[in-house]
Nanobody, 123 residues
């Protein structure tokens, strides 16, 4: 089992930045990947980005390209999502996702979820 804990959410004005962090613990397999999704109440959970730590591959959804950046934190098994140029439409609960199969682009890929961290962007 893997446990995921997100942090770093908050409220910012449009154009601002936030840095989200996800720490994974437990049994980490070699194929494990980590990513981020977000969800607005009443809408489907939306893929943002993921990274394959084994191969160093990173992938971004179109909504995230050019604004959001994945990186690995200094602590082991820590994934950072640096978000810049935030807009009101980015307001959502952001979830860290863990995927045993090495890809993490759709909800069906996800084996483990964090509890979410709220991001609110005001005009």
């Amino acid at each position: 089992q893997v446990q995921l804990v997100e942090s770093g959410g908050g409220s910012v004005q449009a154009g601002g930045s936030l840095r989200l962090s996800c720490v994974a613990s437990g049994t980490i397999y070699r194929t494990f990947a980590m990513g981020w999704f977000r969800q607005v109440p009443g809408q489907e959970r939306e893929y943002i980005a993921f990274t394959d730590f084994n191969g160093g591959r990173r992938h971004y959804a179109d909504s995230a390209k050019g604004r959001f950046t994945l990186s690995q934190g200094n602590a082991k098994n820590t994934l950072i999502l640096q978000m810049t140029s935030l807009q009101p439409e980015d307001t959502a609960v952001y979830y860290c996702a863990g995927c045993d199969i090495g890809v993490c682009t759709v909800v069906a890929d996800v084996s483990y979820w964090g509890h979410g961290t709220q991001v609110t962007v005001s005009s």
